[in-house]
């Protein structure tokens, strides 16, 4: 269904100091707390970078944003906190990701997915997500996962004369290109 990644797969190195957090706290406690993620020592920067998506209404389609990073924020142009996944996202997007966004949350597996980005001015980017599954709740419940963190590349580029990147605003087409499944190197 998906391809495989690993950790050292992963150049970004937000996303990959999380994956390995993420990976040694799952080694001890297989419900990995958001709180005990977010203590991470890259905590700081993995916040600046990332969309928290709380799954309590039962489908990826309406998946609350609850945080949000100020480099995400600040790419966007707006705060995406209480919007859903269907709000925040191009219909296309949202119809051709919500498999695999699915998948990580009942599986509790991470993934990554890289998608080509076109922003509202124009600007075309591609950007790697990194997705971790969150609060393992109980079976039986519409997921295992009751959160996703999504941990984007930095955002990248000389801000314009507005103080933007080129890859400012709203987002006004996105198209996946690969999605990948974590294996670590035990199995």
């Known amino acids: ?40 020592r890259q905590a700081a920067e993995t916040a600046d970078n990332c969309i928290l998506f709380n799954l309590e209404a039962g489908s990826i389609r309406d998946a609350r944003v609850e945080k949000v990073g100020a480099g995400v924020m600040a790419s966007l142009t707006f705060d995406p906190a209480g919007m859903t996944l269907s709000k925040l996202m191009p219909p296309d997007y949202v119809a051709d990701i919500i498999p695999a966004y699915a998948f990580c949350a009942g599986s509790f597996r991470p993934m990554s997915s890289l998608d080509e980005v076109t922003h509202v001015n124009g600007a075309v980017a591609l950007v790697r997500r990194l997705i971790l599954p969150l609060e393992r709740q109980p079976p039986g419940g519409a997921f295992a996962a009751r959160y996703l963190l999504m941990i984007y590349d930095k955002l990248s580029g000389a801000p314009d004369e507005a103080g933007m990147g080129p890859c400012a605003g709203p ?12 294996r670590d190197g035990q199995g």
């Open 1 to 40: 269904m998906h391809d495989v990644f690993r950790l050292d797969d992963l150049t970004n190195d937000t996303q990959h100091y999380a994956l390995s957090h993420w990976t040694s706290i799952a080694r001890r406690n297989p419900a990995v707390p958001l709180a005990d993620m977010m203590a991470c």
């Open 171 to 182: 987002v006004r087409s996105n198209r996946t290109l690969s999605v990948a499944v974590f």
